[in-house]
């Protein structure tokens, strides 16, 4: 049923991406999938503006009954993501999980994450913010390919 479902998805998101996003399958096994999500263009509120990210997504044999894990291979300050693994940490993607949600649904809520941005989610000062965005903004530029 998994591989159903994902082929299915992958046709969609072939014929129509959600914007700045794109997916598929990665050396054809269905159940890991390379995606990449454009930060803003001409927004200097993000510090992920101009940025291109890419994310590894791995499907459970029993997709969409359990989440994929998503991590990104672009190296990201961001709250929600493990600077170490680069692993993605989204209530979306815990418990509890809904089978309705698409992977162009997923995008579209990491895209929204880097668009915009919530340094205060973990209650930061706004001395914390500001570095938070500078931080960011920094890796920004320096790993996602800001043109």
Not at 9 to 26: H, Q, Y
Not at 68 to 80: D, R
Not at 99 to 114: A, V
Request: negative net charge; charged residues 25%.
């Amino acid at each position: 049923m998994a591989e159903i479902r994902l082929n299915r998805e992958f046709i969609e998101i072939s014929k129509d991406p959600p914007p700045g996003c794109s997916a598929g399958p990665l050396d054809d096994n269905i159940f890991e999938w390379k995606a990449m999500i454009a930060g803003p263009y001409d927004d200097t509120k993000s510090p992920y503006a101009g940025g291109v990210f890419f994310l590894k997504m791995m499907f459970p044999y029993d997709y969409p009954w359990k989440p994929p894990t998503i991590k990104f291979l672009t190296e990201i300050y961001h709250p929600y993501v493990e600077q170490s693994t680069g692993k993605l940490f989204l209530n979306i993607l815990s418990s509890p999980w809904s089978p309705d949600l698409t992977i162009s649904k997923l995008l579209l809520c990491i895209k929204e994450f880097l668009d915009s941005p919530d340094p205060n989610c973990g209650k930061l000062s706004l001395l914390e913010a500001f570095m938070y965005n500078k931080t960011a903004a920094e890796w920004t530029r320096k790993h996602a390919d800001v043109k």
